[in-house]
């Protein structure tokens, strides 16, 4: 058995720092004696701990408050300068790139269309991206501390070659994450784009506070991201969750399954799938989730009273329930698998459906499986892979910056 670590003055100092850190980083601007109160250490110690944070550069002073009882107190919040990352959406037709500073606060934008050709300079590619989100947020690219990029794809660990990505030329080439970090001059992860979109459902939506979920994400595309234990689960090969490519009832057994947008679920449930499901009973639209969007909305128009109404809403009614049969289906074999507490639906196809189709997906699958977790609709606003894409940079930023302000002490 180990021997216990000893507190050390620098150790508890280091610990300390955390604390009033991440109370800071939560709760905002605070006076000494709120930091006190939080942390549970002695006012006096408050301040010397907030001096150390100041001469660090994580801390600066914001005013004061008043009106309150005793002397005016002084106000310190977390210095937002003191690091920023950059996360980015990759796709096909362009990449949309976000920078943040230490607090979180989104402070430059760009985005790059990326016309699909062969021969591409993914390091040439993502260093003008980059560049541009910089120069919005007033930066070099080489003053971010690091980039998270989101992909449609999964990165394979033992090879360092993009997967599940044919349909993004350029990207497959070995050591992709070192290739791009060397080139950038920036550090680099490279994660899948639907794995990101569930950090930002546990970080700030339907799945804040659970442990074990799937979050389902259809758009042209079919992906799943699996979080067991508060961890991404990505699977030997990166590649779980690659639902899209699996059998699926109902669909013919597909084989060599390799280019992308191919497999039995992808087949029933993709975009293409349903816009011809919704074509099928009626509802047009240019893609699937304008036409998913028209069924949704005409689902109980039947209440309405007219005959036009009446067959709307009847039709409506076969489409929604149809596809959440589909989807039902496809998430049975999953939750009697991995028993998540929550499924959570997101996508520009899913959400479309919104409420309507969250019911009957719900329905359908409570009535296939013994466990039955909760299936909700993605909450969260704007662009979930670059919310997931931040989350991941900050989290491995703050941990990095702020485990540096109490400097080794040598033993004698």
């Known amino acids: 058995m180990p021997a216990p670590v000893p507190g050390t003055p620098s150790l508890l100092r280091a610990i300390n720092d955390r604390a009033a850190l991440e109370a800071l980083l939560a709760r905002g601007p605070l006076t000494r004696p709120q930091i006190s109160d ?24 914001d005013g004061v408050r008043e009106g309150l009882p005793g002397r005016t107190a002084e106000l310190y919040r977390i210095d937002g300068a003191a690091a920023h990352v950059a996360g980015a959406d990759v796709t096909p037709t362009r990449i949309r790139v976000s920078v943040a500073d230490l607090t979180g606060a989104v402070v430059g934008e760009h985005t790059l269309p990326t016309p699909a050709r062969t ?17 919005a947020a007033g930066l070099a690219r080489t003053a971010l501390h690091r980039a998270v990029i989101g992909i449609q794809g999964a990165i394979d660990p033992a090879t360092g070659r993009l997967g599940y990505a044919a349909h993004i030329p350029g990207w497959h080439i070995p050591d992709l994450a070192g290739t791009l970090a060397g080139g950038l001059g920036v550090r680099v992860a490279i994660e899948n784009d639907v794995n990101l979109a569930a950090l930002a459902e546990r970080a700030g939506g339907q799945a804040a506070g659970t442990r074990d979920f799937v979050l389902l994400w259809v758009a042209d595309g079919v992906g799943m991201a699996v979080v067991l234990d508060g961890a991404l689960h990505r699977g030997a090969t990166g590649g779980a969750g690659e639902i899209g490519y699996a059998p699926a009832v109902g669909a013919p057994l597909m084989r060599d399954v390799r280019r992308t947008h191919t497999g039995g679920v992808h087949s029933l449930t993709g975009g293409a799938a349903v816009l011809k499901l919704m074509r099928e009973h009626g509802f047009r639209g240019r893609d699937a989730a304008t036409a998913l969007g028209r069924a949704a909305a005409e689902v109980g128009a039947g209440r309405a009273g007219t005959r036009t109404a009446a067959d709307a809403g009847a039709r409506a009614e076969r489409a929604l329930t149809e596809l959440a049969t589909r989807l039902g289906a496809t998430l049975a074999t999953v939750v009697a698998v991995l ?46 892979v670059l919310a997931g894409a931040l989350q991941q940079a900050l989290q491995e930023t703050r941990d990095e910056v702020f485990s540096t302000t109490v400097p080794d002490t040598p033993r004698s």
């Open 119 to 135: 021969g591409v300079d993914v390091v040439a590619r993502m260093s003008e991206a980059l560049d541009g989100a910089a120069a």
């Open 38 to 61: 939080l942390t549970g250490i002695s006012k006096p110690t408050a301040s010397q701990l907030l001096a150390r944070l100041e001469e660090a550069g994580l801390v600066v002073r």
């Open 339 to 384: 028993d998540p507490a929550l499924v959570v639906l997101t996508g520009d196809v899913l959400r479309a459906g919104g409420e309507p189709l969250r019911a009957r997906v719900e329905q359908h699958l409570h009535s296939l499986t013994i466990p039955r977790p909760k299936v909700r609709l993605s909450s969260l606003e704007g662009n979930p």
